[in-house]
């Protein structure tokens, strides 16, 4: 018969190992999730979003000559790149529309922060733009903020429909830290009362 103390060994042993296969990893919760997922926007509504995800005005970037759209957004507390597609469901005016994007490809960064580390304010040699940069780290510049240094970026491929690293090179990007906080406080006011 094993001893009472080796017997509370093995027992706790035997629970912190359950209890380590039954808890998701942070990198399994993390998993993409959201491919395919329609995002409905509409002007009386605003962007639909799936529960627990936030996306601010300035971590959105249009990809010039193309219907895609290239976004930051924190899920649940997790950061991820996603490349959406906009399509017009119904016009309603010369300056109105209900809008679908689908997310057709998803970059899940767990080790950044949305729209601080991972940040789309930024533009690719010769203007192009849908391009994130992960990993960075910026300086001040009076009212702006210009980057100093980053991992990594990625830019939405208009032909793959997917989004692609890229070199750091010839990358520039200008946070304007005032013009967050405008944006962010128009679009608190703006949403509506649920």
């Not at 192009?128 to 990594?152: D, I, K, N, P, T």
Request: aromatic residues 4%.
């Amino acid at each position: 018969m094993p001893r009472p103390t080796a017997l509370i060994l093995e027992l706790a042993a035997l629970g912190v190992a359950m209890l380590l296969t039954a808890a998701p990893s942070r990198a399994a919760l993390a998993a993409p999730e959201y491919l395919g997922r329609p995002i409905y926007s509409d002007p009386a509504s605003g962007l639909q979003m799936p529960p627990g995800c936030i996306i601010e005005p300035t971590w959105r970037s249009r990809i010039t000559g193309a219907e895609l759209e290239v976004w930051v957004v924190n899920c649940d507390a997790i950061a991820r790149v996603w490349l959406v597609k906009r399509q017009t469901v119904e016009v309603l005016s010369a300056h109105e529309a209900r809008l679908r994007f689908e997310v057709i490809d998803e970059r899940v960064l767990p080790e950044e922060t949305a729209g601080d580390s991972l940040s789309v304010q930024c533009t690719a040699a010769g203007e192009e733009s849908g391009v994130v940069v992960r990993g960075a780290r910026w300086r001040g510049a009076g009212r702006e903020l210009h980057l100093a240094g980053a991992r990594g970026a990625i830019r939405g491929d208009v032909a793959q429909h997917r989004l692609v690293d890229v070199d750091l090179t010839s990358i520039d990007c200008t946070r304007f830290p005032d013009r967050e906080a405008m944006m962010r406080k128009l679009q608190q006011t703006d949403r509506p009362n649920r």
